[in-house]
């Protein structure tokens, strides 16, 4: 029996999640609004220490730090992993928070991991990192994990057949992984594809040169503005969720702008894995009866028009107050010690992950003055 523990840094809400392997039991599972995390960093620490004979914790690295113990970790990996500006770091934004978790747990004695994000796994080819940071965060390897176990589980698969394409909508922001033959080989990060619910994605380039001008002192919260919030002027996903439900026009809008970037994302990926076995959706909209049955049916009249037909699940959770991702981190965590789902890690090649978010910034000179920036 392996006893472990997932933590998922999601906007909203610090997910935490510990089950044992032989009776599916869950011993954890508690979300923590992020305001909380911010002010009492050490919180999921003083949980897990009131808690006997875990075997692995895998907690969540920011944009990802390779495998490693998280006594281990370089203190200045960690702040890459979570990196922010002076005047960010003034302002609190909550990504302090989970920096700070971060380097507790690096001082602690617990048996806990950092992981890597889809940038920094070997099975990405190369030529598709150049110029990117943000190609999918450490929790979205997580939901890709759950997706896995769903596959051996669910569906009786090992995770080397499967093929899909998973697809993260989060309360900040959509992203989108692409999985063939159990490897992830691509990944759309939230701050690089197309639009989410506070987030606007991707910047056009000509409007990053604007804003800089602008506003040079450029802040990270401005990448959680530009979404489809701003359509209906409201940050609440049940009232967004109300708005759909009555066909509101505001809640149209906003809809066909959330489900047409989920297309873009899925049509993209389908660059890099154009015959997958499923789609997967995960995050906290799929909670959403009105939002999720709109981008499912979406889903399908596209695939449709381009003769593709494949079955369209949600990510499972083995919690019942914590999402995908903190399920994916304690299956992984599993793995990383030995449990029932080690042959997940094993394919995924969690442990040949390496090098740092900004390793594949060219121009050289560019790349240096970001790494003594931060």
């Not at 875990?54 to 969540?60: G, K, L, Y």
């Not at 990270?220 to 967004?240: A, C, H, P, W």
């Not at 809008?253 to 995960?282: C, F, H, W």
Request: glycine share 8%; with cysteine; aromatic share 8%.
């Amino acid at each position: 029996m392996v006893r472990a523990i997932g933590i998922d840094s999601g906007t909203m809400s610090m997910d935490i999640l510990g089950f044992d392997d032989e009776k599916q039991e869950i011993f954890l599972d508690k979300a923590i609004p992020r305001e909380v995390i911010t002010e009492r960093p050490d919180e999921p620490i003083r949980l897990i220490k009131n808690l006997k004979n875990i075997d692995a914790i895998v907690v969540s690295s920011g944009y990802g730090i390779p495998l490693k113990k998280v006594q281990d970790a370089g203190i200045e990996e960690i702040e890459w992993a979570t990196f922010i500006n002076k005047d960010d770091e003034k302002r609190k934004l909550k990504i302090i928070g989970l920096r700070k978790l971060m380097k507790l747990f690096k001082e602690s004695d617990l048996p806990a991991y950092f992981t890597p994000g889809v940038l920094q796994l070997e099975t990405v080819p190369t030529y598709r990192k150049i110029n990117r940071i943000d190609m999918g965060t450490s929790d979205k390897v997580f939901s890709v994990v759950q997706a896995l176990k769903d596959e051996k589980d669910i569906y009786g698969k090992k995770p080397s057949e499967s093929s899909f394409i998973l697809i993260e909508i989060g309360y900040a922001y959509t992203a989108s992984v692409s999985l063939v033959n159990g490897k992830i080989v691509d990944g759309i990060g939230g701050t690089s594809g197309f639009p989410g619910f506070l987030g606007g994605g991707f910047i056009d380039a000509e409007l990053c040169y604007a804003m800089a001008s602008a506003e040079p002192a450029f802040s990270k919260y401005r990448l959680f503005q530009g979404g489809v919030s701003e359509i209906i002027n409201e940050s609440s996903i049940d009232f967004f969720n109300s708005l759909v439900e009555s066909k509101e026009p505001r809640g149209l809008d906003g809809i066909k702008m959330m489900s047409e970037a989920i297309l873009k994302d899925l049509a993209v990926m389908l660059v890099s894995n154009p015959t997958p076995q499923r789609i997967y959706l995960s995050g906290r909209f799929t909670r959403y009866p009105a939002i999720y049955h709109y981008i499912e049916n979406s889903i399908k009249k596209f695939m449709s028009s381009i003769s593709i037909r494949i079955p369209i699940s949600k990510v499972s959770t083995i919690g019942r107050t914590t999402k995908e991702a903190a399920s994916g981190a304690a299956v992984l965590a599993n793995g990383l010690a030995g449990g029932k789902y080690k042959d997940i890690v094993n394919t995924l090649e969690i442990r040949k992950s390496r090098n740092n978010i900004f390793s594949f910034i060219k121009p050289q000179e560019i790349r240096h003055k970001i790494q003594c920036e931060f």
